[in-house]
C-alpha cells in the first residue's frame, strides 16, 4: 500500500555539520511533497515543499529535491545549527489516503555546539 | 497574528469522563484536521473536515467524535475516556491541500 519511509533517529551532529535525512515513498499516482519540521513544545510548521519530478523545495538553508525515479525527497543542510534541534517529518501528499497527508514517523535531530 | 488556537493546552481526565477540544483559526481556511501524536508513531489523522458543516473519518476516529458548525471552529470530543487516549493533540487548518497550519497542541492524560 501507499506509505512513506522516514529513516529513524535521534541523529546527533555538532554545529556547522552537514545533515541528512532520508525518507522514500510509495504511491500510486503522482503526490506532492512536503517537510514539516517541529521544534520543542510546538506545533509542527512547514519546511519546504516541491509538486513536480526534479523540483528543489528550499528553506532556511534547508533543501529536498524531487526524485521521481527513486521516489526520494532526502533533506539536506550543509552547515547546522543549534537551532535547528527539531523532529523533521517528511509527509507526502498521497491520492489513494484521500489527498490528505500521511505522515512519516519524524526524524529528531539533535544539534550540539 | 493567532493563527490557530487549541484549548485547552493541558487536561487531565478520569476514564470514562467525557470532554471536548476547541480549535479556531482566524485564516478562512476550508480544511480543518485533528491529529493526534504518540511516541515512536508520529502524527495519525484522527477527523477532518474540508467545509463548514462537513466532517469526514481518517486514521484513527473510533472514540472520538467532531463537529464544524462554524468555519472557524472544529471541536474534538472523546465521549468516554481511555488511557489509550492518552497523547498530545493537534488542530491543523489549510486553505490548500498539504499545506497545513498547526496549533501549539493539547497534551490529555486519561488516568
Known amino acids: 500500500g501507499d506509505s512513506v519511509t522516514q529513516m529513524e533517529g535521534p541523529v546527533t551532529l555538532s554545529e556547522e555539520a552537514f545533515l541528512t535525512i532520508n525518507c522514500t515513498y510509495t504511491?500510486?499516482?503522482?503526490?506532492?511533497l512536503f517537510w514539516y519540521v517541529q521544534y520543542p513544545g510546538e506545533g509542527l510548521q512547514l519546511l519546504l515543499k516541491?509538486?513536480?519530478?526534479?523540483d528543489k523545495g528550499s528553506n532556511k538553508g534547508f533543501e529536498a529535491t524531487y526524485r521521481k525515479e527513486t521516489t526520494s525527497f532526502h533533506l539536506e543542510k550543509g552547515s547546522v545549527q543549534v537551532s535547528d534541534s527539531a523532529v523533521y517529518f517528511c509527509?507526502?501528499?498521497?491520492?489513494?489516503?484521500?489527498?490528505?497527508?500521511?505522515f512519516g514517523g519524524g526524524t529528531r535531530v539533535l544539534v550540539k555546539p | 497574528n493567532a493563527g490557530v488556537t487549541q484549548t485547552p493546552k493541558f487536561r487531565v481526565l478520569k476514564t470514562g469522563q467525557s470532554m471536548t477540544l476547541l480549535c479556531a483559526q482566524d485564516?478562512?481556511?476550508?480544511?480543518m484536521y485533528w491529529y493526534r501524536q504518540d511516541p515512536g508513531m508520529g502524527l495519525r489523522l484522527i477527523h477532518y473536515s474540508v467545509g463548514e458543516g462537513t466532517t469526514a473519518k481518517g486514521e484513527v476516529p473510533d472514540g472520538y467524535n467532531v463537529s464544524r458548525l462554524k468555519k472557524q471552529n472544529f471541536l474534538l470530543g472523546l465521549e468516554s475516556a481511555a488511557p489509550s487516549q492518552t497523547s498530545v493533540y493537534f488542530c491543523a487548518s489549510a486553505r490548500y491541500t498539504g499545506e497545513l497550519f498547526f496549533g501549539e497542541g493539547s497534551r490529555l492524560t486519561v488516568l
Open positions: 504511491a500510486t499516482g503522482y503526490p506532492s
Open positions: 509527509a507526502p501528499l498521497i491520492k489513494a489516503a484521500g489527498n490528505k497527508l500521511t
Open positions: 516541491a509538486t513536480k519530478a526534479d
Open positions: 485564516m478562512n481556511h476550508e480544511y
